[in-house]
């Protein structure tokens, strides 16, 4: 996409990711992102008395449940406004599971982030775990369909993993769109470490209210 064609776009470019707050529910969760990043850190073995803060955090949990709307009110209010990109697990900042990766639409048509994982993510000692790794790339790919052309859901996936993906380094995590033919979007992507590629993905995404290719 051309800086020129971005420009004149600026006026209704698609929101990708919600920005982060300092205070209210955003504030709270990053908090909650904390606990459990200690928690790994700390483990059983330190003299910490685990049972006094599993009293705590109950006790949390137990205030938070009680003043919460139903369920279902909860579903529909999730999907208003800026909606996924508050909640989802990789980028939404009310969400606790997200680390959260911030992505940013370039005027190639891409999309790209920068994030640092902790224990949270870890597979094999040190690294980041492969469901993490993919779950990132689905994300990004679905964003950089939102960003570069029409989306659509994930219908495939296919990763590469050519080195272990380190935690407490930035990652960049990048995705693109290539291709749309009928119902059929392709985009790939890839997340690197200090400038050497860890994973690749190529996917393929369905928008059935595409037209047919002629």
Not at 27 to 54: I, W
Not at 123 to 142: E, F, K, R
Request: negative net charge.
């Amino acid at each position: 996409m051309s800086a020129a064609c971005r420009e004149a776009t600026d006026a209704v470019a698609p929101r990708l990711v919600a920005e982060q707050r300092k205070d209210g529910v955003d504030a709270a969760v990053a908090a909650a992102r904390r606990v459990v990043t200690a928690l790994l850190r700390t483990g059983g073995g330190t003299g910490t008395d685990m049972d006094v803060v599993a009293a705590e955090l109950n006790a949390l949990a137990d205030r938070l449940t009680e003043t919460a709307p139903p369920v279902g009110e909860r579903l529909a209010a999730m999907w208003r406004g800026q909606g996924v990109t508050r909640h989802d697990p990789v980028t939404g900042p009310e969400n606790a599971l997200a680390p959260p990766l911030h992505l940013d639409g370039k005027d190639d048509g891409s999309v790209e982030g920068v994030v640092t994982l902790d224990l949270p993510y870890q597979g094999p000692p040190g690294h980041v775990h492969g469901g993490i790794s993919a779950l990132l790339l689905d994300h990004t790919l679905g964003v950089a369909n939102h960003w570069g052309g029409p989306s659509g859901m994930t219908a495939e996936l296919t990763l590469r993993y050519l080195r272990p993906t380190p935690l407490f380094e930035p990652l960049t995590v990048s995705g693109r769109q290539v291709s749309v033919d009928g119902s059929r979007i392709r985009a790939v992507g890839e997340i690197s470490a200090a400038g050497r590629t860890c994973v690749t993905v190529e996917g393929l995404f369905i928008n059935k209210h595409l037209p047919r290719p002629s």
